[in-house]
């Protein structure tokens, strides 16, 4: 499954109704979700009952997550395995919270319901953000997508005053980060991580993006068990977000579980669960790494160029067939080094394929030749069930 190419809505309903997965409850779809870093706005991996055709990034892992946290909840509730009827209530529920595609988005997805999703899934996915943060930011990905699926399980149960709790529950998690970031030492990664948790932010006004004191006695007898669930794992990742728990972290939060209500042994947990998925995963976590501007800029660049490379290795491989030259060339410099002259004709070859090739233009561009290296490592990936992942088997 590719959630970069149309059609992917459809092909996830075909394997998910083809699997055997089964979660028996909520909690049960929570966990999994946990081990994935949707929970925690840390997009690792997706479910593994889908496929893996490709190594999916950031922001696939999330469409991925995403559609199955709404598909199973909404089994879980309505116990229909209709998906046509699951795409349109989806559809239903961003409506009711004036959730929307971009006009361009509903030009060219037509009036398909599964397209229409697929256009709403991609505006939740990405923030919404100058093109300069998008460049050079540690990530443009939605870190509160869970918030979405804990919506819809309320929709599911009763559909007024929807887009009211979506606030609500929004301030209180503003205010938690906010004041759990306050209550450590300050770390360098504490106003990126503040500043993504802003950015995700759906449902309140702009005159609401405050902090207050009186956040605390919102919270008593407001929410569901599986909210306050929620609300402590994004307090313990915020808590533990530079790999260390101090004393007057730890007090902050015991003291907010019992405004939860949740009990000690539930908060240790937490945490545990919490510490391991950052030991685990440490490397892959975008607000963890702290590279200069230039490396930013190189890393973006380059899983821009993986990309579009894999999405046109059906065209590349037809270019590459008929460029025997640079085929030996290629194969030559896996062994023995080549002259100058040699590579002269691999990089100018190589560019000449790119020009045929309209969205591989980044290439073209000044300073686009560095990324050729990209190219020749992915030779061997080029094959042609890379560029087909949506395809709806008969």
Partial sequence: MNPSASGWIDKFGQIVTNSTVVYSNFNDLYRSLCTTGFIYGIHVKWLHFIPITHTPTEDENAKANLISALYFTYLLEKKDYNYANFIDLTIRFY????????????????????????????SRVFLEDNLINKTFGSSVTNTLLFVDVLLFKRFLKEEKNLKKYAEELEYILINLVHHT???????????????????????LPDDYHHFDAHYRERLVNKFSAEVYQYLMDIICVTAWEDLTLDYKESEFVFGIAKDLN?????????????????????????????????????????????????????????????????????????????????????????????????????????????????????????????????????
């Fill in 95 to 122: 409506e009711a919270l004036d959730i929307n595609s971009s006009f361009f988005d509903k030009v060219f997805t037509g009036s398909k319901a599964s397209n229409k999703l697929e256009a709403i899934l991609k």
């Fill in 181 to 203: 970031l306050n209550s450590k030492q300050q770390q360098k990664y504490d106003e990126r991580l503040s500043y993504l948790f802003i950015a995700s932010l759906s449902f």
């Fill in 262 to 394: 949740l009990e000690e042994n539930k908060v240790k947990k937490s945490i545990e669960k919490v510490a391991v998925f950052f030991k685990e995963n440490a490397k892959k976590i975008p607000h963890l790494k702290d590279h200069n501007l230039a490396e930013k800029f190189y890393e973006n660049t380059s899983k821009f160029a993986n990309k579009l490379i894999l999405r046109n290795s059906k065209r590349l491989q037809k270019e590459l067939a008929e460029s025997k030259e640079l085929v030996a060339l290629i194969s030559k410099s896996t062994t023995t080094n080549l002259s100058v002259e040699e590579k002269r004709k691999v990089q100018n070859q190589l560019l000449d394929i790119f020009k045929s090739i309209p969205s591989l233009a980044i290439f073209m561009l000044p300073g686009g030749a560095i990324l050729l290296p990209i190219f020749i490592k992915l030779i061997p990936k080029l094959l042609p069930s890379s560029f087909d992942e949506n395809r709806i088997e008969e």
